[in-house]
């Protein structure tokens, strides 16, 4: 009956969670921030961090929360904590352990606005014995500028930077190599007609005659036609060869423009590449994170149990063991006392008649009986008890019935006057 009683005991009392929070700034812990709770709706009290910007406090299980943060120059915040529980675990004593980091007012790098709107982490009942962040809640993605995005706005402008200066480095190159080709070809030009003139002041010289051999006579205008006509195709081969050099410049200018748009693209794509590597990597490393603190939350929930468990075993134990050795102590006393005669009664003395008074004393492991028995002529006696512990707890006994200590003593003064 006792361990029903006490079991039931503990499956109608109301639980409660620790709560052991670090403010942090930039990573540092935050002195002098303020913490306000509010219990469904209505304020209860409010803390102030320590110099290691932590803070600890108490509250029921069975309720909703609202707990609000604010520091001089960091955004206002608060988060919500859902304590209702199914009846059946209203008794648990969970421990909710969290930093809670503050951020400058007015971060490029966070829409700030949004923590007067929404809370920025919601604590729910995980169906068992703990509670823990609300997984289906995304408030970090919101507030947080995704650095990706930027990142992608920044390669965008890089790549259509690049693009122009290619372009420009383009049109830069192609009139240089036309400047070239026109210079080129002016010398040609110059060239050329040095060499012409050149040619007809050689026709205009006078050989001397030799007269033994005579000169052969030669068509001056079939000799100019041979000579333009080798001086047109050599001029012929060095435009092809220099419309070749120029087509060839160009054409290298165009392959490694694309070289180059395709080393930047590549490039983009990799850093893309490693960004969503790295972000898969931390996602990873907070899920694993967050599983081993459930499962460290759950083996202490487990030892806390087991602890009170032992706890109240050995209250069972202690309450059953005390009756027990009640039990046996009265047994005895009482045997002992049945045991006891009165004393013979004289026949021929002249006396007034008196009680016989016996007091004993008997010394156990736990506790100490004294003993009084009082016995008349007439064969009647009675029986006046202590018990005393060795805790310090005492019990009367008169003629076996438990009394108090009040009665005690009057019956006892009574019974020895008469």
Not at 212 to 223: A, C, F, G, K, L
Request: glycine fraction near 4%.
């Amino acid at each position: 009956m006792l361990v029903l009683f006490f079991f039931g005991s503990i499956a109608k009392a109301q639980g409660d969670l620790r709560f052991f929070g670090t403010a942090t700034k930039g990573g540092s812990p935050l002195p002098g921030a303020t913490v306000s709770v509010l219990m469904d709706g209505k304020q209860i009290f409010n803390l102030t961090t320590g110099k290691n910007g932590k803070f600890k406090f108490t509250i029921d299980i069975g309720h909703s929360y609202r707990i609000n943060y604010s520091a001089p120059g960091c955004v206002d915040m608060y988060m919500t904590m859902d304590l209702h529980t199914p009846p059946d675990k209203a008794w648990v004593y969970p421990d909710y352990s969290a930093e809670i980091p503050f951020f400058i007012a007015g971060d490029p790098k966070m829409k700030t606005e949004l923590f007067a709107k929404k809370p920025f982490i919601k604590i729910v009942f995980d169906g068992n014995k703990g509670f823990y962040d609300d997984p289906s809640y995304r408030f970090a993605e919101e507030v947080f500028k995704n650095p990706a995005d930027e990142q992608r706005k920044k390669d965008e402008l890089a790549k259509k930077d690049a693009e122009e200066k290619a372009r420009l480095a383009a049109q830069e190159k192609l009139r240089k190599d036309e400047e070239d080709r026109q210079r080129l070809a002016q010398q040609e030009e110059d060239r050329r007609k040095k060499e012409e003139e050149d040619k007809k002041n050689k026709t205009k010289v006078t050989h001397p005659i030799d007269k033994e051999t005579p000169e052969p006579t030669v068509d001056p205008s079939m000799e100019t036609d041979a000579i333009k006509l080798e001086r047109e195709k050599q001029e012929k081969l060095e435009h092809e060869k220099t419309n070749k050099n120029i087509r060839a410049n160009y054409e290298n200018n165009l392959l490694k423009l694309v070289a180059e748009s395709e080393r930047q693209n590549n490039l983009q794509k990799f850093n893309k590449m490693k960004v969503d590597a790295q972000s898969s990597s931390v996602v990873q490393t907070l899920r694993r994170e967050a599983q081993v603190k459930g499962e460290n939350d759950f083996l202490l929930e487990k030892l806390k149990e087991k602890q009170k468990q032992t706890l109240a075993n050995k209250q069972v134990n202690e309450e059953h063991l005390k009756q027990l050795i009640e039990t046996a102590s009265k047994i005895e006393r009482d045997d002992r006392a049945s045991r006891m005669k009165p004393v013979a009664a004289s026949q021929n003395l002249n006396y007034v008649a008196s009680p016989n008074v016996v007091v004993t004393t008997e010394d156990d492991f736990i506790f100490e009986t004294k003993s009084t028995v009082i016995s008349w002529a007439n064969g009647t006696r009675t029986i006046f008890s202590v018990d005393e512990y060795l805790w310090g707890s005492r019990y009367y006994y008169h003629d076996g019935v438990e009394i108090d200590e009040k009665t005690y003593d009057a019956e006892l003064f009574k019974h020895k006057r008469n």
